[in-house]
């Protein structure tokens, strides 16, 4: 196949057809048509206690001429790729990204859409200029975890960055012209902090205001710090139902208002924190206290010109003034809960505010379903039996 033709058009003679491009484990579930580009190599951060993707991976930047060699080969095997992924978990962190996002353009120029993986502490230390590069060279979309708005939950995992620094990151990425995609995950206050979890994951996503919110539910991977944790008892997993509240709660605080760091809590908010003093006082078992991560852990000593502040700028102000909705998906099968049997929740999907009580009476009657159902699981919990789970339904 070397040298030769695709698509009936004769292609770049030296192209090695049969060279196999190296690719990534990784991909959001939307990047599924996408054609993926591996650009680095695992996760340089690599220290949060949920997560096991790359656990066994050294991190690595990969050489341009590697990765242009990797891309001429995809050209081959995708030459009506319209959507390019870039991985693995932080291809940001690439020096020379500009020039590999420009061999992209290059290579697909039908592609419509560039995007990445990113990590937001790395979108608040890059400067303005950088990010302003990488989306004129053309970058389009960054997907990056902020798991968590609550700061204990964060510094819990380990997550390696603030809620405001989170803001920070996802402010600077819009106003580079991104289209920014963050994900929470579900479940990640366990039963003890799901308020906190619920209330201030809201507060980031309202202050943030990004495009896309992609819901995770919180499966507890053996061998991962976190379902350590839970073997030692100090991590209580959230059941099915409380994962259901969480969402709910989230929803619920998901409106559109301005400058919402300066308001005043309203008066659930501020219950909800006093109930949920465990995730804040002296309740809190050792690893959720400040200080289990240093601050100089975090990174934040290579901030950029700092044109961003969060709390600055209202919401509506991010997008160019535009009153903008925020795309809610639940694209992931670890969303799923299911009762006696049957699916009662597959997640929601729709637009923030605009859809927001269609959403709402969605997670009521799960909730309602889920208080009455016999044995009610989902994927987070068929992992801590320790049973397999599929996409379509639990192993019982
Ligand atoms: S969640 Fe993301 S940043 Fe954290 S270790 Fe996993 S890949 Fe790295």
Redesign the pocket.
Known sequence: MCGEFYDGRPFIEEVEICHEPEQPPYRPPSEAHSVLVRVTRG?A????SF?G??KRLRFEIRKPDDIERDLLSLRAFYPKARSIFLAD??SLTHPKLPTVVESIRRIFPEAERITSYA?LTTLRRLKPGRLRALREAGLTRIHA?LESGSEPILLRVR??VRPEQAIEGGRRAIEAGFELSLYVLSGLGGEDCWEDHATESARVVRETWPHFLRLRSLVLLPGTPLSDEQQAGTFRPASPLTRLREIRLLTEHLSHQKTSRDLAPSSHQASSRRRAGACHGEDCPPALREGEMRDDEIRNDEIGDGEIRGGEIRNDEIRGGEISEIEIASDHFSNMVWADREIIYGGINGFLPADRQMLLRILDAAIEKAKTGQRVIDPGTIALRGKQFSLYGPAL
């Open positions: 996760c951060w690599n220290r949060c997560c993707m790359y978990s932080d990590r975890g997550k390696g």
